[in-house]
């Protein structure tokens, strides 16, 4: 499956940006869609992700924070982001797990910067 993500960009602390990421595929249900970021020098590392279903999971330094959501009949997850901190930034991507397959593919990421 091919990942397209946007809604990147430059924001002071406090402020609010919003992830898109649709996924070119005609059974958007199988899979776990999620967020990853990676910041200068460090690993990628979950963000958030959610079943089809709507159960999320979230890296305990975003809850309360962000939130994502799934529309299922525009394959598209949203990640929205509000209160950010300058800790936020980093390269998010995009991760479509494939529950059935048990394989995971990726988008182009998106650069997110928070200035303080």
């Known amino acids: 499956v091919q990942l397209q993500a946007s809604g990147g960009g430059l924001v002071q602390a406090g402020g609010s940006l919003r992830l898109s990421c649709t996924a070119s595929t005609s059974i958007f249900s199988i899979y776990r869609m999620g967020w990853y970021r990676q910041a200068p020098g460090a690993q990628r590392d979950l963000v958030a992700h959610?079943?089809?279903?709507?159960?999320?999971n979230y890296a305990e330094s975003v809850k309360g924070r962000f939130t994502i959501s799934r529309d299922n009949a525009k394959n598209t997850v949203y990640l929205q982001m509000n209160s950010l901190k300058p800790e936020d930034t980093a390269v998010y991507y995009c991760?479509?797990?494939?529950?059935?397959?048990?394989?995971?593919?990726w988008g182009q990421g998106t650069l997110v910067t928070v200035s303080s």
């Open positions: 991760n479509a797990y494939n529950l059935v397959t048990r394989s995971a593919s």
């Open positions: 959610i079943l089809s279903g709507g159960t999320t």
